[in-house]
């Protein structure tokens, strides 16, 4: 039995605690694996990492947004539904972060909720789902994506437009997907995203066109609009790895 170590960093095990969780998992793999199984396995120990990864979180994953949903929103996500029926993007290098979107839900609703909990505003007087004419994926069905786990955008997309990244073939983010990783990312830490640059949802479109972005400044959260060519070296999309 893993043993809790108060001395041990949050979020970490021991060197103890690694040892014998590891003993666990080599006493856990089959014995009567085929050779070209383990062949496959041996020859690709990075490609092995990863599927270990990928099957040792995403319980505690879908966990955590189980529990996120059903604390802010009083949405409840059946978790053996999420495990079994909603594809998860495969995974890529560096693309740690995996954001569940659900059935249903709206810019508005994830705003009011942000707004209960921090500074936040929009520039705009109509409602969210008004201004926003198109986004790429659609809250009809519950999905997942993934994007870098990080507090600002994307480094490699500075100096990259909305429309460059459609150019380039660049899968951005969408204002829902955003406000849900702000709330999110809010809640494990009581930070903000982007306290220096400024997210382009380039998978979000107004009906004038215009691109909505998202920034944390003195005054609190910002929804805001860009223009599709608009650059700069703070303005960056966040790439997105979807189904």
């Known amino acids: 039995m893993i043993m809790k170590n108060d001395n041990a960093q949050q979020g970490r095990m021991t060197l103890r605690q690694q040892r014998e969780f590891h003993s666990i998992v080599l006493t856990a793999l089959p014995v009567d694996m085929p050779w070209e199984v383990v062949n496959k396995w041996l020859k690709h120990p ?36 999420v495990q079994s029926q909603i594809q998860t993007p495969s995974y890529q290098e560096g693309f740690d972060r995996v954001i569940i979107v659900p059935k249903g839900i709206t810019e508005d609703r994830v705003f009011q909720v942000c707004s209960e909990k921090f500074k936040i505003r929009k520039r705009t007087n109509q409602e969210l789902s008004e201004v926003i004419d198109h986004n790429d994926r659609m809250s009809t069905e519950t999905y997942a994506i993934r994007v870098r786990d990080c507090q600002e955008a ?53 009906s004038d066109g215009a691109v909505p972005g998202v920034c944390c400044r003195g005054d609190g959260v910002c929804v805001r609009w860009c223009t599709p060519r608009g650059v700069g070296s703070d303005w960056r999309v966040r790439t997105v790895v979807s189904c």
Do not use: P, V
């Not at 994307?154 to 073939?169: G, L, R, W, Y």
């Open 46 to 81: 990075k490609k092995l990492a990863e599927a270990l990864s990928i099957t040792l979180m995403s319980g505690q994953c879908s966990l955590d947004w189980q529990i996120f949903y059903q604390k802010y929103f009083s949405i409840s996500i059946n978790l053996s539904q």
């Open 154 to 206: 994307d480094k490699e997309n500075k100096n990259i437009s909305a429309e460059q990244a459609k150019e380039k073939d660049i899968n951005g983010i969408t204002l829902l997907e955003r406000l849900i990783y702000e709330l999110k990312y809010w809640d494990e830490t009581e930070k903000h995203l982007d306290m220096a640059n400024l997210t382009i949802c380039s998978d979000s479109r107004c």
